[in-house]
């Protein structure tokens, strides 16, 4: 049997319909293309402003969205190519966090520039924007810690090692093991002055001895040849040979004297300063007949 529906209540019925999807949530209501189309070329932008100013976590979101099969192709093209780039030179950290006693935790909150990024640390690296960062470690019963680092773009897996057990005491042991010597149980040393002295007396021996065999070669040749009546140039020259012998000998004989005693009387020895000029002074003074040799110093 067929029953006739009275004509008011379809039309109720129709309004209640009507009204029913006018009030259905935007949520579920699907974007029109011109939307999806003003979304993708608004990630586009941002992907390139944040990645310029060194914003590489928030460029990597936007150029997720751009890179969306929803976004016309070449958007798409751009943005694929970018979040590469942004992911390649986007720096992670892992951190390494040693509770109070002495063991790895991983219950540690954790802030970046004052924000609160992670209630808890995993074990995994994290991403994060090059540049200086102030990161705050926070544990249950400790202090927090904060350090800053400077982290640079393209660095991965960067170790950063927190550590909140406290600090061992110095060491006070003692004994004859940790006993530093005194000045009088240090070992005797060589001063330089000695090797100093010691090779200039071997150096004018050397010169005196050299002079000495020339000026007697050269006086028995006069002796042979024109002696009495030399002339008194080849004298002259014979008698210098002779004086600077006399020197040279006796400039080594001083100089090897004063070094065998300062070895014989050094002390321990004592740090110098290299670049001090040794206190020696070493005087030739050719005289008539002779010269005169000294030295002379602070020993």
Known sequence: MTHAVPRPCLVALA?????????????LAKPTAAQTKRACATAYEETQSLRSDGKLQAARDKAVLCAADACPAVVRGDCTRWLQEIEDSQP???????????RETA??????????????????????????????FE?????????????????KLRAISVSFAPEPPPSTASGPSSALPDD????????????????????????????????I?????????????????DVSAVRTKLL????????????????TVLFLTSGPSAKTDARRPLPVDLALTPLTGGGYAGISGTF
């Open 15 to 27: 309004l209640t319909a009507l009204t029913s999807t006018a009030f259905l949530p935007s949520s």
């Open 92 to 102: 992670t950290v892992v951190f390494h966090v040693t509770a109070p006693d002495g």
């Open 107 to 136: 219950d540690v909150r954790l802030q970046i520039d004052g924000k609160l990024t992670h209630e808890r640390l995993d074990g995994t690296a994290l991403p994060i924007d090059p540049g200086e960062h102030l990161l705050r």
């Open 139 to 155: 544990i249950p019963g400790a202090d927090p810690i904060e350090q800053r680092h400077v982290i640079r773009e393209g660095e």
């Open 184 to 215: 009088t149980t240090a070992s005797r040393g060589t001063p330089g002055l000695v090797w100093v002295l010691g090779g200039i007396g071997i150096a004018s021996l050397g010169v005196g001895a050299t002079f000495g065999i020339l000026g």
């Open 217 to 233: 070669t050269q006086k028995s040749d006069l002796e042979d040849t024109c002696a009495p009546r030399c002339n008194d140039t």
């Open 244 to 259: 600077a012998a006399d020197i040279g000998v006796g400039v080594g004989v001083v100089s090897l004297g004063v070094a």
